[in-house]
């Protein structure tokens, strides 16, 4: 299986800040790399897919990178309603299986 | 409009077998790459990914879970069905159904998710 690590697992931050999550997988996805914000009590919510694009109706300001291994989730300036946990999301397409990264909480400072 | 309900037991005992049933309306599963998916999250825990199924009829499934593990769809019914057989505490969980895409492996549309406890 390739094994995702998702860092940071917190995250306290300041209103106007810019927040930065990576993910990593032991093996080359290719640009197989999705991010999702779930707020508290909430279904999950597709932000950004194939690593770089942004989902229809999601503010600028949320953007991803990466290709093969490494891939960075970016808030250009943090806002109040973006407190929550963000998840990454990979395609595995040898096993053709699908994990999630293990989540990062933010928080506001 | 794409919208998902996921609907079943709120509370199932030890050793049963849970079937949920995803409704949803907007799309059609015979359209070709569409899926739909099957996700769970434990209390304050993080998102696992349990099966997928395609509009050809094509299954997929979390390794770790797929002797426990059946995905079936109902195209004329708009529904998905997803049993979970010799459910354990460890199963509570919410569960979620999404909408998925082939070809970028995404989930672009969510349920909203439904609680399912695992206790005697």
């Known amino acids: 299986d390739i094994q995702m690590t998702q860092s940071p697992s917190s995250l306290s931050a300041s209103v106007g800040d810019r927040v930065t999550i990576t993910c990593q997988a032991s093996?080359?996805?290719?640009?197989?790399l999705n991010w999702y914000q779930q707020k508290p009590g909430k279904a999950p919510k597709l932000l950004i897919y194939?690593?770089?694009n942004l989902e229809t109706g999601v503010p600028s300001r949320f953007s991803g990178s990466g290709s093969g291994t490494d891939f960075t989730f970016t808030i250009s300036s943090l806002q109040p309603e973006d407190i929550a946990t963000y998840y990454c999301?990979?395609?595995?397409?040898?096993?053709?299986?699908?994990?999630f990264g293990q989540g990062t909480k933010l928080e506001i400072k | 409009q794409i919208t998902l309900k996921e609907s079943g037991p709120t509370l199932v005992k030890p050793t049963q077998t849970l079937t949920l049933t995803c409704t949803f309306s907007g799309f059609s599963l015979s359209t070709s790459g569409v899926g739909v998916g099957w996700i769970r999250q434990p209390p304050g825990k993080a998102l696992e990914w349990l099966a997928l199924i395609y509009w050809d009829d094509d299954k997929r499934y979390s390794p770790s879970l797929k002797s426990r593990l059946t995905i079936t769809k109902d195209t004329s019914k708009n529904q998905v069905v997803l049993t979970m057989t010799n459910m354990d505490p460890v199963d509570t969980a919410t569960y979620y159904c999404?909408?998925?895409?082939?070809?970028?492996?995404?989930?672009?549309?969510w349920g909203q998710g439904t609680l399912v406890t695992v206790s005697s």
């Open positions: 194939d690593a770089s």
């Open positions: 093996q080359d996805i290719s640009n197989y």
């Open positions: 999404a909408h998925g895409v082939w070809g970028s492996y995404r989930f672009d549309y």
């Open positions: 999301q990979q395609y595995d397409n040898l096993l053709d299986m699908y994990t």
